[in-house]
């Protein structure tokens, strides 16, 4: 084990050490962050990461492709493989708790020939995915924020206000500068944030579920639910029927992922090698089903479906949720109030998210900064001496996502280039270890208290699949004929990106950058 170990160990109390930690110093690594998270804290930043609400953006669209059908089952098929990705996920992740987690299961799976390069590119993708799912939190956050103070006031027929480019724009930025101050306390303070978050949408998001059906005069038929198809080429200029089922599924591919948050948390809970596991399939148990319940509750309410597109309804087609929320309110009530509450509630839903995402992407950022696999590495890997968080890193991600953002001023199609980039980066971080995990000799796997067995090989395939899939899906253009303004430039960002990190990788970081490093053996303030 090494003297290091009897290093670290002196350090914990007389009640013996952690087995994940113990874990930890095996592949290398000293405990540095406060190891305090418990299995809840952790399922609760993990559920606060994925949120009920994060689709309804995209609702509006998805549905418009293919009709409810599509959209409603396509949640089914997505939560069917989304397990497999899930439990290959836990697997690993019972194995290597660690908080450089998808980059340093990607190195140590691929073994030393290909570890580094699947590290490093694993590492990349996984940085810009999570710092992008900052800014499509605040994009969210920003338009449920200008809808609510848009029914407020009197909405599109009684002289509301609607926000400007410029004033979503300072929401957006707002909204991130917020939760990188909320990061830069203790980890303790975003964990009892994240707890009130996951009542904020058990509560919440059971209140909408329940309530919507029941507040609308009329309710869509079970039929039209559950079988309707009906593509929109004159809206959408996309009339192959497969191409618009592809597209009305991304709601579900964007919403269901962001479970592997509990691996980024594994050096700061206890028993990780077990809690990590189980935090990853209890939040997607818990998001696949009020997801699902959440769009059927939406789906079911409709009062008028071509209604919901008009540009002179009172949202002014522009969120599609509002619309149906403030239909039924409106139509029982004869106001907004009812809908405003609702919205506050998704709202609520949002700014928790980015809460938590943000924490997730300053965690990657540090910890790939502690194997110097950033530019000015000692900057952001330095850990706030009180606090014991990474607060560089943190102000670093809402840096980056605020410049993300700023196309908003002139691109309608902002967000899914955001999302696009931000399910890209994220989920492809997912099939380095994946794919590193299905190829290599069992022998030199050491597994944890949660291993597959023989069943690994189909499940990381499909797994891996999948993966393949989500990714390729995000890189359409999701509106034709293709113009400025509607161009989906995420395919174009992520070819830059992936093209400057093979580059300087070819030229530079091949030489010097070997994966994890090793700090066992290091003294504090030089890892």
């Not at 340093?104 to 999570?130: D, M, N, R, V, Y």
Request: charge should be positive; charged fraction near 10%.
């Amino acid at each position: 084990m090494g003297p290091g170990v009897e290093h670290v160990s002196m350090d914990q109390t007389s009640v013996g050490i952690d087995s994940a930690e113990k874990r930890l110093n095996e592949l290398g690594y000293k405990q540095e962050l406060r190891r305090e998270m418990t299995f809840f804290k952790t399922l609760a930043i993990t559920f606060s990461s994925m949120a009920v609400f994060t689709g309804t953006p995209l609702y509006g669209p998805s549905l418009r492709y293919a009709g409810p059908a599509s959209l409603i089952w396509g949640w089914v098929v997505v939560t069917f493989f989304t397990w497999f990705v899930g439990i290959a996920m836990a697997e690993i992740c019972s194995s290597f708790p660690t908080t450089g987690s998808l980059y340093f299961w990607a190195a140590h799976l691929a073994g030393p020939k290909w570890g580094p390069l699947a590290s490093w590119c694993c590492a990349w993708l996984e940085t810009i995915g999570a710092v992008s799912g900052i800014g499509g939190q605040a994009y969210s956050a920003a338009q449920s924020l200008q809808m609510i103070i848009f029914l407020a006031t009197g909405n599109n027929k009684g002289g509301g206000y609607f926000a400007s480019r410029g004033v979503f724009l300072c929401m957006y930025m707002g909204f991130t500068i917020i939760w990188a101050v909320l990061n830069s306390f203790a980890l303790q303070v975003i964990a009892f944030l994240d707890i009130i978050s996951m009542w904020w949408q058990v509560i919440g998001g059971v209140a909408v579920i329940v309530i919507l059906p029941l507040v609308a005069q009329q309710t869509q038929s079970a039929s039209f639910v559950f079988t309707h198809f009906e593509t929109s080429p004159e809206a959408t200029g996309i009339s192959s029927k497969p191409y618009a089922v592809i597209l009305s599924v991304l709601l579900s591919n964007y919403c269901l992922y962001g479970y592997d948050t509990a691996a980024h948390l594994t050096e700061e809970t206890k028993g990780a090698d077990r809690t990590g596991p189980a935090a990853i399939l209890s939040s997607i148990g818990i998001i696949s089903v009020f997801g699902w319940a959440y769009y059927l509750a939406l789906t079911f309410s409709i009062q008028d479906f071509n209604y919901l597109y008009d540009v002179n309804n009172e949202t002014a087609g522009a969120l599609v949720p509002a619309q149906i929320i403030y239909d039924a309110f409106h139509g029982r009530y004869h106001n907004s109030s009812g809908a405003v509450v609702f919205l506050c509630i998704i709202w609520g839903s949002f700014f928790f998210c980015g809460l938590s995402v943000t924490t997730s992407a300053a965690i990657v950022v540090y910890a790939l900064s502690r194997d110097n696999g950033i530019p000015f590495s000692p900057i952001w890997r330095r850990i706030h001496p009180k606090y014991k968080v990474p607060t560089n890193a943190v102000w670093l991600c809402a840096t980056i996502s605020i410049i993300l953002g700023l196309p908003i001023l002139k691109l309608d199609v902002v967000f899914t280039a955001i999302i696009s980039i931000n399910t890209i980066g994220w989920v492809g971080g997912y099939a380095f270890p994946i794919f590193a995990r299905l190829v290599m000799a069992e022998k030199n796997f050491k597994p944890g208290p949660f291993y597959l067995g023989r069943a690994r090989r189909p499940i990381y395939l499909v797994a891996f699949l999948w993966i393949c899939y989500t990714c390729s899906a995000f890189l359409l253009p999701t509106l034709y004929p293709i113009q400025w303004k509607t161009f989906n430039y995420a395919p174009i960002a992520i070819g830059i990106f992936l093209t400057l990190i093979m580059l300087w990788w070819s030229f530079d970081a091949r030489k010097w950058f070997k994966g994890p490093v090793r700090n066992i053996d290091l003294r504090n303030g030089h890892g």
